[in-house]
């Protein structure tokens, strides 16, 4: 686990570096970012969406019992799966820092031994940011930009659930107005991707109406589940760079 910190460089991070790093990781390495956010969180929901969920709508289909099972078990399941993109895609984004390139099978297998922490993370921190938000909104920005790096702190540092709360606090102090443009600009790129899909549906809805919505819907939850894991990923790279030093070797050692 890292020290709290001997060295803070000058001015602050820089959100072209962090954008940059994130789009660099898709763009060099498509095959593990956006097959990983494909196989594991767009592809389970499209099946879910032909199969189970017509099911649950009609009313005579199945029990009421079999309803709430079957709604339980794939919400569980899509948490599962949600959880192991983000740490397996911690793994592909520190090998591109580091001028590597991550396997497939490397980014699953690290994945994998942080899911239920990760798990047990953020049923805390969705509890904590809706309290916050409830609280006339600003409490839960606060506390979103405090623990804007959690997930790649616990994945890479194994710091354990309320470690990594503290750890994500310490790295975002003082740039967390920084964060919070970073965040502003996500949103916005989300947006447009979302936009330019859904021009495709309108667009392939008279050839296909039937698949023209699963399909669109299927590439944006694959862009963003690789480009949010991408992106939290990069920033905490930042982040310790700036707090803490180049920590090429250091990263380099963590998956050895």
């Excluded at 954008?19 to 763009?27: D, G, N, Q, T």
């Excluded at 199969?51 to 709604?71: D, H, N, Y």
Aim: proline letters at 4%; hydrophobic letters at 55%.
């Amino acid at each position: 686990m890292a020290t709290s910190s001997t060295y803070v460089s000058d001015g602050s991070i820089s959100i072209r570096e962090v954008l940059s790093r994130a789009f660099a990781v898709m763009r060099d390495n498509p095959t593990t970012t956006f097959g990983i956010a494909f196989l594991f969180v767009a592809l389970p929901q499209l099946l879910f969406r032909w199969t189970i969920g017509p099911a649950l709508l009609q009313p005579s289909a199945l029990s009421e019992f079999t309803k709430i099972a079957m709604t339980l078990l794939s919400g569980a399941l899509f948490i599962f799966l949600s959880m192991l993109v983000q740490a397996s895609l911690v793994r592909a984004t520190l090998a591109y820092s580091q001028k590597q390139r991550a396997t497939f099978g490397e980014t699953i297998s690290s994945g994998l031994s942080s899911v239920l922490p990760l798990i047990a993370m953020s049923l805390l921190l969705f509890v904590a940011v809706s309290l916050g938000l409830a609280l006339l909104l600003v409490p839960g920005f606060i506390l979103l930009m405090m623990w804007a790096v959690i997930t790649p702190v616990l994945v890479v540092e194994r710091t354990g659930v309320i470690g990594s709360f503290r750890r994500s606090q310490f790295l975002t102090k003082g740039a967390r107005w920084r964060i919070f443009g970073l965040l502003l600009i996500v949103i916005v790129v989300v947006w447009l991707i979302g936009l330019v899909t859904g021009i495709v549906l309108v667009t392939s809805a008279a050839i296909a109406p039937s698949l023209a919505f699963p399909i669109s819907n299927a590439i944006l939850e694959t862009f963003t589940s690789a480009f949010w894991a991408t992106l939290q990923t990069s920033l905490y790279i930042s982040l310790r760079n700036w707090k803490e030093g180049p920590q090429s070797e250091q990263l380099a050692d963590i998956f050895a």
